[in-house]
T-cell receptor, first 112, second 113 residues
């Protein structure tokens, strides 16, 4: 099976803009979790979607949002970008009823 | 919420030696503990995991032990090789359903020839 894919792989934005990142899970996986990875804060959980519903949410401001489509693909959106939003954004997919999370390659976002 | 602490932050060993990375967690209800390896510029990859009903699990040169009473778990790598050099993350699953992992801060392992 194809692994988790994320697009775009790299992105440069300026402060105040918004950005949308996409994640396609492994075929058959219905859970998609998003994480932010930075050198200072490490890997932090953003949110999880399962069957088009947000099932878990981390401690990020409301500028960070997400959604999931009927084919399990997920998007996350960050509005009013700040310099501190520069990070590697990783998504991970999980088969229903299982716990193993498989990560995508990530989208590296740079905010100038 | 769950808090996971990981030590050491860097670890340098000679090829063939063993490496041990330790993590502690705060929520006694956590029940799933995976370990991920992340090479530079690559995605985290699961190398081994353990559930709270098991005390130890081994897969070739890699083993994980869990002490529920003390709320700590450890990764053991034996006969280290240069390709083991990477950042290793421990994590704990937050209870309440769903897939939410709380990660440790990572250990940079360097295996020297």
């Amino acid at each position: 099976k194809a692994g988790v894919t994320q697009t775009p792989r790299y992105l440069i934005k300026t402060r105040g803009q918004q950005v949308t990142l996409s994640c396609s899970p492994i075929s058959g996986h219905r859970s998609v979790s998003w994480y932010q990875q930075t050198p200072g804060q490490g890997l932090q959980f953003l949110f999880e979607y399962f069957s088009e519903t947000q099932r878990n949410k981390g401690n990020f401001p409301g500028r960070f949002s997400g959604r999931q489509f009927s084919n399990s693909r997920s998007e996350m959106n960050v509005s009013t970008l700040e310099l501190g939003d520069s990070a590697l954004y990783l998504c991970a997919s999980t088969l229903a009823g299982q716990e193993t999370q498989y990560f995508g390659p990530g989208t590296r976002l740079l905010v100038l | 919420g769950e808090n996971v602490e990981q030590h050491p932050s860097t670890l340098s060993v000679q090829e063939g030696d063993s490496a041990v990375i330790k993590c502690t967690y705060s929520d006694s209800a956590s029940n799933y503990f995976p370990w991920y390896k992340q090479e530079l510029g690559k995605r985290p990859q699961l190398i081994i995991d353990i559930r709270s009903n098991v005390g130890e699990k081994k897969d070739q040169r890699i083993a994980v032990t869990l002490n529920k009473t003390a709320k700590h778990f450890s990764l053991h790598i034996t006969e280290t090789q240069p390709e083991d050099s990477a950042v290793y993350f421990c994590a704990a699953s937050s209870p309440g359903g769903g897939n939410k992992l709380t990660f440790g801060t990572g250990t940079q392992l360097k295996v020297e020839l």
